[in-house]
């Protein structure tokens, strides 16, 4: 039976980032992933994903950003991969809409740069937009987009370089504490141990820890690339990163920074899931229909025929707010599911405190807000 300091179960952005973290600390390390790192049937594939510093969603995941900036460029200077791009983020709504007062408010305690603008400037920087005029924006310069898929293959890179040993294609079917650590048994018969382990299972973590599946809700989010009607009006230089609240949506896009269109989406949680397993690539023409009405209504230069339609899973706690804990009865099991929807930003910092946490038991960064016991 191999044997080692820390597994970690599921490879794709925290799993990813965990591995490259453990490894970077010396530590025996064995990554375990059901499908292929970077696979699209869970949360972290289709392209882009934005990353932003005044969070509407509280002020508080304002340090942990800090450090998440950092350690991206870090891993870039590392690696030499490019994975993050700054454009600005532009988030708009109707006056007191949560995007907007969330973003200024966390913007103002923390002091980052912003600027306030009518929908007259917005239209006169950014002619790509067709705001209504009562609404209210405002521009961080800080904000713009990941790579998903290039974050992760860089992460296992150079984890892999490190030293982490990886199963791929390879189920874990449990996971047992045992006196000095943790008992794994995959799904060729196969046991690992461990003396600690973390659990980064994404949309499957109810299946193996069916005490938090009670308060997950699984959702089918649509992704759509549109082709632009102003190609010129939607590059990187001239159009930003966008988070815009109306009455019924809240709708966010990208530049067509890679000549695939401009890939939208609504942030507002989609049709339930029962099982993870359940998620299909079934995006259609209805689907694209819905996003691209609002995207015309609001970015019309981008709001061209539907050239693509991807799915991909929300894990939502009902507070919106991550579970990154250890399991009250064996605290060497370290559980992480940091998604509703906004979590790949994070990664780079959580990769940093799972490891923290499998290694020490204990993190220097402030996660109190993502504690288990608030939901059980
Ligand atoms: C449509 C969409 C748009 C989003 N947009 C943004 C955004 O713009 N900005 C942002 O910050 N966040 C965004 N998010 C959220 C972000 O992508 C997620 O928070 C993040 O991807 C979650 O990563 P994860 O590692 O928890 O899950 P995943 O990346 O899905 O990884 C879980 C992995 O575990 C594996 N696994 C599961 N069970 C087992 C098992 N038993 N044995 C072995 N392996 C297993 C799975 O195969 C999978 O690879 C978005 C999410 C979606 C779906």
């Known amino acids: 039976m191999a044997v080692y300091d820390v597994a970690v ?3 794709g ?9 453990l490894a970077a ?3 025996r390390v064995v990554g375990i992933e059901r499908a292929t790192p970077g696979h699209s049937g869970g949360s972290s594939h289709g392209e882009s994903r934005i990353i932003r510093m005044a969070y509407f969603e509280h002020p508080s995941y304002v340090p942990l950003l800090r450090r998440a900036y950092e350690n991206w460029r870090a891993l870039e200077l590392a690696t030499g991969a490019e994975l993050m791009t700054i454009t600005g983020i532009l988030e708009a709504g109707f006056p007191g809409s949560t995007v907007f007062e969330g973003s200024l408010k966390a913007a103002r305690l923390h002091e980052l740069p912003h600027e306030i603008l009518s929908s007259r400037q917005v239209a006169e920087r950014f002619p790509a937009f067709n705001l209504p005029s009562s609404w209210d924006s405002v521009f961080q310069p800080d904000g713009g987009y990941l790579r998903p898929e290039q974050a992760i293959a860089t992460y296992m890179e150079a984890a892999t370089a490190l030293g982490a040993e990886t199963r791929l294609n390879c189920l874990v079917k449990s996971i047992e504490p045992t006196a000095v650590g943790v008992r ?10 461990a003396g600690s382990v973390v659990v980064s299972a994404g949309a499957w973590i ?4 069916p005490e938090l599946a009670a308060h997950l809700q699984l959702t089918r989010q649509v992704l759509g690339w549109f082709a632009p009607v102003d190609p010129a009006l939607v590059t990187p230089k001239r ?4 988070l815009l609240e109306s009455d019924d949506d809240i709708i966010y896009g990208f530049p067509d920074f890679a000549g695939t269109g401009v890939k939208a989406a609504s942030h507002q949680p989609g049709r339930r899931l029962n099982r993870a397993d359940d998620a299909r690539q079934d995006g259609g023409a209805k689907d694209a229909e819905r996003i691209g009405r609002t995207l015309a209504r609001y970015v019309p230069a981008a709001a061209g025929p539907a050239r693509e339609v991807k799915t991909c899973i929300y894990t939502n706690t009902p507070d919106q707010d991550f579970i990154i804990d250890r399991h009250a009865l064996y605290p060497q099991i370290v ?18 405190i799972l490891a ?3 290694t020490t038991g204990t993190t220097a960064h402030d996660i109190s807000r993502f504690r288990l016991d608030r939901l059980l």
Not at 13 to 21: D, E, F, N, Q, R
Not at 184 to 193: A, H, I, N, P, S
Not at 335 to 352: D, N, Q
């Open 9 to 11: 179960v599921g490879l």
């Open 13 to 21: 952005a925290m799993g990813s980032a965990a591995l490259y973290h």
């Open 25 to 27: 600390a010396g530590q």
């Open 356 to 358: 923290d946490l499998a």
């Open 184 to 193: 794994l048994v995959l799904g060729d018969g196969t046991l690992v141990e």
């Open 335 to 352: 559980l992480a599911s940091p998604c509703s929807g906004h979590g790949f930003k994070f990664a780079s910092v959580i990769g940093e």
């Open 206 to 209: 109810g299946e193996l820890f």
């Open 239 to 242: 159009l930003p990163v966008f």
